[in-house]
């Protein structure tokens, strides 16, 4: 399984996207005026494209329904494809995709196979391919106006033709700051200009091992882990950006619990100031409980308190002398229990 782009808004350079982790092309046949700059396919890009070894893939479309105007058309967009291949160093035997590059109708599907029908004319039959939805391809195939398939997300319901070669995904990446789609290759010829040219530069099972590599790295079919959530477009995170999300938010963390630890540290200190104020006030409340004489009359007021105590003492006995005013003998012979 290989990894794939195709762009229409600019041209990255191949090191750019070496460096992405892709290693095919499918490149327009056709200029895309000023609103798509980058559209048409040149031969210097070409050149530096196979100087990074990224595979090279044909296709045509000049606007999105062209393939309506039938077998005709097909005949002079096969002729001019096949032109602009040779002027980049392509291949004739190899195919060129056209572009059906909009929700196709069975009724549609007429033009849109006598198109591939007159295509045929210059191109061979065996070098047509088709790109769109799950039916229009699906009905091309099946017609037998197409040998090639390269299938859409976009306008397939979910569906899968499995004789597919290409499979484009909904998953973008700006690649060298140019706004690509993600493909995936499903076949070993999958219509590269360099197939049966490419010198491998490891071994099946190295190759193996680095796509597994990849595909733990950035996702199945690169487009990042649902597991690990997705960024602000939406798009789910790779192991990379998942990582790095985890090492943010470590940051954030450790930010908060410095904050709280001056927080703790403040409180900490408010404490020790109440633990002192309440002292403060337990020893003034001692004193006014344990109040005592100003100097000099303190020097009395110990013996004072005793001479009080003895006067209490003296009166309660008062009542019980004989002879006292007020005193008859014989209330005291009453209280001695005397009639």
């Given at each position: 399984m290989r990894f794939g782009l195709d762009y229409a808004?600019?041209?990255?350079?191949?090191?750019?996207?070496?460096?992405?982790?892709?290693?095919?092309?499918?490149?327009?046949?056709?200029?895309?005026?000023?609103?798509?700059?980058?559209?048409?396919?040149?031969?210097?890009?070409?050149?530096?494209?196979?100087?990074?070894?990224?595979?090279?893939?044909?296709?045509?479309?000049?606007?999105?329904?062209?393939?309506?105007?039938?077998?005709?058309?097909?005949?002079?967009?096969?002729?001019?494809?096949?032109?602009?291949?040779?002027?980049?160093?392509?291949?004739?035997?190899?195919?060129?995709?056209f572009s059906a590059d909009f929700d196709a109708t069975p009724q549609d599907q007429v033009p849109i196979n006598a198109y591939l029908d007159g295509a045929a004319t210059v191109l061979g039959a065996a070098n047509v391919g088709i790109y769109g939805g799950y039916w229009s391809v699906s009905r091309a195939l099946d017609a037998?106006?197409?040998?090639?398939?390269?299938?859409?997300?976009?306008?397939?319901?979910?569906?899968?033709?499995?004789?597919?070669?290409?499979?484009?995904?909904?998953?973008?990446?700006?690649?060298?700051?140019?706004?690509?789609?993600?493909?995936?290759?499903?076949?070993?010829?999958?219509?590269?200009?360099?197939?049966?040219?490419?010198?491998?530069?490891?071994?099946?099972?190295?190759?193996?091992?680095?796509?597994?590599?990849?595909?733990?790295?950035?996702?199945?079919?690169?487009?990042g882990w649902p597991q690990l959530g997705t960024d602000a477009d939406g798009r789910h995170l790779t192991l990379v950006d998942g990582l790095a999300a985890a090492l943010r938010r470590i940051d954030a963390l450790e930010g908060d619990t410095e904050a709280l630890r001056a927080q703790i540290g403040e409180l900490r200190t408010e404490i020790s100031e109440l633990e002192a104020t309440t002292a403060d006030l337990i020893e003034q409340v001692r004193q006014l409980e344990g109040h005592r004489w100003p100097w000099p009359l303190s020097l009395i007021e110990g013996p004072a308190e005793l001479i009080g105590a003895q006067l209490a003492r003296l009166e309660s006995l008062l009542p019980d002398l004989p002879g006292l005013p007020g005193h008859s003998d014989a209330d005291s012979e009453s209280r001695n229990g005397k009639p």
């Open positions: 808004g600019g041209r990255p350079g191949g090191a750019a996207i070496r460096a992405a982790g892709f290693d095919f092309v499918v490149r327009y046949l056709t200029p895309g005026g000023p609103s798509l700059p980058g559209k048409l396919l040149t031969p210097a890009e070409a050149d530096d494209l196979r100087a990074h070894r990224i595979s090279i893939v044909s296709n045509w479309e000049t606007t999105a329904a062209r393939m309506l105007d039938g077998y005709n058309a097909g005949i002079v967009d096969a002729r001019a494809g096949l032109a602009q291949v040779l002027r980049c160093g392509g291949r004739p035997d190899r195919p060129i995709y037998g106006s197409a040998a090639w398939a390269w299938q859409t997300d976009a306008w397939s319901g979910g569906n899968v033709e499995t004789r597919r070669n290409i499979h484009q995904t909904l998953r973008q990446i700006r690649v060298d700051g140019v706004l690509c789609d993600v493909n995936v290759a499903e076949t070993a010829d999958f219509g590269q200009w360099d197939f049966g040219q490419e010198e491998p530069d490891m071994t099946p099972e190295q190759d193996a091992v680095l796509r597994d590599i990849q595909t733990q790295l950035r996702g199945p079919g690169l487009a």
